[in-house]
Every structure is written in C-alpha cells, then in structure tokens.
C-alpha cells in the first residue's frame, strides 16, 4: 500500500487506486484490537493522505467534485478529532518536560495534573460512537472515490495542482518570518505536509534525487507540527478547564512554551529555505521532466525484458506420459511340432 504513482499506471487510474488503499487502510484500523488511540490517529493520517490527494489533482478534478470531496473526507477527521486533541496535549506536555529547566518542571506536572483531572482521572479514550459513524462515512466516501474522474493527460494531471500548492506552501513560508504569527507558521506547516505528500506520491519518478526531498519535508513537517502543538497548548492554559493551574503558572507555561516555539521556528528555517527556494513553475517543469524520463525507462526496460525472453532457446516441451510411445514387444515364433 506505498502512497505513490505508479510509472505504468495512468494518473486516474492510479488515484482510484490510492484512494481505496487509504480507505481500507483507514477501516482496517477502525476494526482493530489494538490502541483505540493509536488507530485514531493512523486513521487521521490516512485522511490527510488522502486530502493531500485530492488537491494534488484539483484542478483536473474541478472545483465542484474537489471542495465536495474535500469536506466530506475533513468532516470525518472532525469527528475524530477529540480523543487526539486531548492525547496531543499530553504528549507536549511531555515534550516540554524533557526540554525545561529543573526549576520549572514543576509547572508542567501541576499541566499533568490539570489535563488528567479534566479527563476524568483516566487517559484518553474513543468514543464508540464517533468510530462507527466514522467507518460508516468512510465506506461512503469508498464508493464515491471508486468512480473519480480526472481531465488531462500524461503529468497534465498533476503538473498544475503540484504548482499551485507548491506556490501556496512556498509564500507561507516566507509569510511566517515576516509576520511571526502561529496563524502564519500554522498556514506554513499545512503547506509543508501537502508538498511533503505530493513529493511522496510522486518520488519514483527519481527515487534518488527525491528521497532526499521527501524526508526534508517529512522532518519539517514534523518540526512545525511541535510548533503547532504548543500553539495549543497555550490556548489550553488560558481557558476555562484549565483554571484550577492559575494565571501565574499559566504564564510561567506560556513563556516555556514560547521559548521552544523559537528554538524550534530558528532550527526549521534552513530546512524551509532549502526546500522553497525554487520557483512554483521551475518546480512543476523539473518534474515533469523527471515523470517523463522516468516512464520512458521504464517502458525501455519492460522492452529489453520482452526481447530478453524472445531471444531465450525454449526448453523442449514435456512429452505426456500417455503420449509416449511404449517399445513393440517381440512376438516369439510359434512352437514347430516335429
């Protein structure tokens, strides 16, 4: 179930496929024994997948069929979104841990505490509930993205969707330096994941020039995300079910949390200057190119591979047993009476 294209697979044919593996994927850990909250989450992920999917072909899909799609397949995130949001916290609480001072874990235990009262002194769960309407949207959604039509041919498919999310990440970047906002690394980091995943779907056009790409934007990605998660954990401590911690500690939070807001915006700069130096159209042209090349290789090697097995001597075929002719038996002569 790798989330890419294949060179010999036609770009509609190849979404129609890549959309039911996610799917499936996504029903199948629905239905798991393991971790509700672990399958929450992989199951979010193949949403993004898919979504990234989606705005990879939007323009040969059309506005109409992609903004319908879209929010049938972000509606379903929504709805599991809360068992995560929770589970986030704690895990940047913990983050946060690791990263202060002695003098100031003290704060971030009493936002243990607050986050394990406010969830009723259990860890997180699932609602029963929001996974079955989820696995019943989900097979809905299946049906629908089995019969998806794209326009265009060739890379025609994808070249202007690659450009325009690409366009739209690259000035979220340079926006997010300028404006230092979390609304604009926010818009940075979802920019990042979509060429992130764009870069995947399409890395065998060279698998080793774009690895490389990919795993940049798979660890930025990642950084902003931390960012991200900060983000909300600041929100948290200023709001009602976070009162008990107070407004002092709350500050304390928000400052540590600020701190490593700036650490982590300072190390993911070079990363975002490297990744977004070059222009939309530049970007589009190369891989194009790159698809291209790639398919035409691979139609040369299936090529050599049929010439190969034409020019092979062929093994003699196996007689069958009841085909073989067995000796004639020699008859004796008949006895000459004397």
């Known amino acids: 179930m790798a989330f890419r ?3 010999a697979e036609p770009f509609e044919d190849g979404c129609r496929r890549i959309a039911r593996e996610q799917i499936e994927r996504a029903q199948c850990q629905l239905k798991g024994k393991g ?11 193949c949403l993004k997948r898919l979504r990234a999917l989606l705005r990879l072909v939007r323009p040969a899909l059309g506005e109409p069929a992609f903004h319908a799609e879209n929010a049938q397949l972000r509606e379903i995130g ?10 986030v916290l704690l895990e940047t609480v913990t983050k946060l841990d690791a990263s202060a001072s002695t003098a100031r874990k003290g704060l971030v235990q009493a936002m243990r505490e607050v986050l394990h009262f406010t969830n009723g002194g259990e860890a997180p769960s699932v609602d029963a509930a929001a996974v079955r309407q989820a696995q019943g949207r989900l097979a809905e959604a299946k049906k629908r993205l089995a019969r998806l039509r794209v326009s265009g041919h060739g890379f025609d498919v994808v070249g202007p969707g690659l450009e325009a999310s690409y366009r739209k990440a690259r000035r979220a970047f340079h926006a997010a330096y300028v404006e230092q906002t979390d609304e604009a690394f926010h818009e940075w980091r979802k920019g990042t994941q979509q060429h ?6 399409l890395s065998r056009a060279w698998p080793e020039c774009l690895d490389g790409r990919v795993n940049d934007a798979r660890g930025l990605s990642q950084l902003l995300g931390d960012d991200h998660d900060l983000t909300l954990l600041i929100a948290f401590v200023h709001s009602d079910p976070a009162a008990p911690i107070g ?5 304390a939070i928000e400052k540590l949390a600020r701190r490593r807001q700036q650490e982590l915006r300072t190390i993911a700069h070079p990363t975002g200057l490297r990744l977004f130096s070059e222009g939309a159209k530049s970007l589009r042209r190369r891989m194009a190119a790159y698809w291209e ?7 040369n090697e299936s090529q050599e591979e049929e010439e190969e097995e034409a020019k092979a001597p062929k093994a003699p075929k196996a007689v069958p047993k009841a085909a073989r002719r067995q000796p004639a038996r020699r008859s004796r002569p008949a006895a000459v009476r004397p």
């Open 5 to 7: 294209f294949k060179l």
């Open 35 to 45: 971790d509700p909250v672990v399958a929450v989450h992989e199951t979010r992920k």
């Open 78 to 87: 929504r709805g599991l979104s809360g068992t995560r949001d929770r589970h």
């Open 196 to 201: 992130w995943r764009h870069m995947l779907l």
């Open 247 to 251: 407004s002092e500690r709350a500050a």
């Open 293 to 299: 090349a790639a398919v035409e290789l691979k139609e």
